[in-house]
C-alpha cells in the first residue's frame, strides 16, 4: 500500500503586488485504493493545491510536508514526481502542437518505467482505452490538445491516467464543461483505472454531480485555504441540498 500525506502545508502565489497565501495549512492522507473528493466554492485553495503537489512554479510552498511512501515530494522536480507516481489531470489541458497522442503517451510511459513498454501489448491496450472513452481512432494521430474538444481534451486526462497507471491520481476539476454524456464517459473512465489498478484518487470539484458516478470514500471541504470539514459521502449529499454558505458565513 502507497501513503501521500500532505502536513500542515502553506502555499503561496506569486502576483503583481507580492506573494498572496493561497493555502493555509492543509493535512490530508491519502492511501493505496481510496478516492477523497476536495470540494469547496471557487477560490477556495483546491486547483492551488493540486498544482502545488504537481510542482507547478507559480505556487511557492512556505511551509509544511508532502510524502509518497515516505519520499519528499517537495524536494523532486516535476519529472521525478511523475516517476514517483503522481499524475495530474488538468483543469485546462494544454495544446502541444507537432506531438500525437499515440507518441505523447508512449514517451510519457517510457520516461516513468525507464523502459519503452512492448508495442504489441502497447498498441492493444491504448485501443482497448480509446474505445472504451468513445473516441475515435484517428484521435491518436491527433496532435495532442490542437482542436480538442473540452470533452475530448478531458477523456485524454483519463487515457493518460489509463496508460501510464500511477500510484495517485490527482484529477482537478475534470467535470467542468462536460455533458451529461461526456460526464458519464470520463467517470467510467476514472473507475476503470480505480477497479483496475491501486490507485489513490483525489478528486477536485466544486459541484456533487460528478460523485453519482464516482463514490469517494472521503469528502474534504476547503474554505479560504483550510479543510473545513471532513467526512464520508454523506458530507457531499449535505453540500447537494446546503451549499456552502454555513462555511462562508462561519469565516467571516
Known amino acids: 500500500m502507497s501513503t501521500l500525506k500532505i502536513t500542515d502545508l502553506h502555499v503561496s502565489v506569486n502576483t503583481e503586488t507580492g506573494p498572496k497565501p493561497i493555502l493555509n495549512g492543509i493535512n490530508l492522507e491519502i492511501n493505496s485504493n481510496e478516492t477523497h473528493a476536495i470540494m469547496g466554492p471557487n477560490g477556495s485553495g483546491k486547483s492551488t493545491l493540486a498544482y502545488s503537489l504537481a510542482g507547478h512554479p507559480k505556487y511557492q510552498v512556505t511551509s509544511g510536508s508532502v510524502t509518497l511512501d515516505g519520499e519528499d515530494v517537495l524536494e523532486m522536480s516535476v ?35 525507464g523502459e519503452a513498454p512492448k508495442l504489441r501489448n502497447w498498441t492493444k491496450d491504448l485501443k482497448s482505452a480509446m474505445e472504451n472513452l468513445r473516441v475515435d481512432p484517428e484521435f491518436a494521430s491527433r496532435n495532442v490538445n490542437e482542436g480538442f474538444s473540452g470533452g475530448e481534451k478531458k477523456r485524454h486526462e483519463i487515457l493518460q491516467m489509463e496508460m501510464l497507471k500511477p500510484k495517485f491520481s490527482v484529477l482537478d476539476e475534470t467535470d467542468s464543461g462536460l455533458d451529461v454524456d461526456a460526464l458519464r464517459i470520463v467517470s467510467e ?23 453519482s458516478y464516482i463514490k469517494p470514500d472521503h469528502v474534504h471541504v476547503i474554505i479560504k485555504g483550510k479543510v473545513a470539514e471532513e467526512g464520508g459521502p454523506e458530507l457531499a449529499e449535505r453540500l447537494e441540498n446546503e451549499g456552502y454558505d454555513r462555511f462562508l458565513q462561519a469565516s467571516v
Open 79 to 113: 519529472d521525478e514526481r511523475a516517476k514517483a507516481g503522481l499524475f495530474l489531470a488538468m483543469q485546462y489541458p494544454v495544446e502541444v502542437p507537432g506531438v500525437t497522442v499515440t507518441n505523447f503517451l508512449r514517451s510519457a510511459k517510457t520516461a516513468i518505467d
Open 189 to 211: 473512465g476514472i473507475n476503470r483505472v480505480r477497479e483496475s489498478t491501486d490507485v489513490g484518487v483525489l478528486l477536485i470539484t466544486h459541484y456533487t454531480r460528478i460523485l
